[in-house]
């Protein structure tokens, strides 16, 4: 079966700054792909590229057979592609309850009602908080905003721009444990982690970038159980 996203040999630049140099990976239906990097490495520039944010000078990326390359970023978002950025990114003045009308911007009319029910369901945190103003929610509970609302747009492909940033170890457990049961209710998802220990623990396969390149890709119990991986990137 073809993938559901194609990354084939971008190339990408701020400026003279080549900040992606060559990356290709693939995510196939229902996996967890995980990319894995330290700071700088390259993951938002690649989320964001495929966003349409930003644009590859070579190389293409392509989502359900169709090539992105001119393609808007809310087009993009309509065609099931949502991505969580990162730090979030919710509006801070808004209550919880119109932060997830937002997200259904796509899927105007009917259903949206249905639609937060759903994630009213994933996220009775949210339930109970639906008229707090977002900004005065906790970095765990704005994260789980964050990924409601890119869920009211119904993905096909959910992409989350480390989702664990910033969060005490009790709620990056939480996080995780959310990105699991998304998973198992049959939603395909791209993590970017630097959090590489808990990512590659829930993903089916992982890439790991160096300064905009692959260097090294596996399953996730390869990646977890490599000498060089753990020296990099789990402590040892
Ligand atoms: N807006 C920008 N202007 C110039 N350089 C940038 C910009 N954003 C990111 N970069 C550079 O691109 C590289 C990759 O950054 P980024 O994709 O944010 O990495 P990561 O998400 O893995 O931490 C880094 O060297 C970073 O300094
Ligand atoms: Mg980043």
């Given at each position: 079966m073809e993938p559901i996203l194609k990354v084939d040999d971008i190339n990408v630049y701020y400026g003279s700054i080549?900040?992606?140099?060559?990356i290709s990976f693939e995510v196939n239906q229902g996996e967890i792909v995980t990319l894995i990097g330290a700071n700088g490495a390259g993951k938002s520039t690649t989320l964001n590229t495929i966003s349409g944010l930003l644009h590859s000078k070579t190389g293409s990326v392509s989502f359900m057979g169709e090539n992105?390359?001119?393609?808007s970023p809310h087009k993009i978002v309509a065609k099931g592609l949502a991505m969580v950025p990162e730090g979030r990114?919710?509006?801070?003045?808004?209550t919880v309850q119109e932060n997830l009308e937002m997200g259904a911007y796509t899927q105007p009319g009917s259903g949206v009602d249905a639609d937060l029910e759903k994630v009213y369901q994933q996220f009775p945190r949210l339930k109970e908080r639906y008229?707090?103003?977002?900004?005065?929610?906790?970095g765990g509970e704005q994260q789980m905003l964050a990924m409601g609302r890119a869920l009211m747009s119904h993905p096909k492909l959910l992409m989350l721009d480390e989702?664990?940033?910033?969060?005490a170890p009790i709620l990056v457990e939480q996080i995780f444990e959310i990105i699991q049961k998304l998973h198992q209710s049959g939603t395909t998802i791209l993590l970017v982690e630097q959090n590489a220990q808990a990512a590659l623990s829930v993903a089916n396969r992982g890439y790991v970038l160096e300064t905009g390149k692959v260097v090294t890709t596996g399953t996730g119990t390869e990646l977890l159980a490599s000498p060089a991986i753990k020296k990099a990137y789990l402590g040892g």
């Open positions: 080549h900040a992606i140099k060559g992105l390359g001119k393609i990114r919710v509006f801070l003045q808004m008229r707090q103003i977002a900004g005065t929610l906790s989702p664990s940033m910033g969060l």
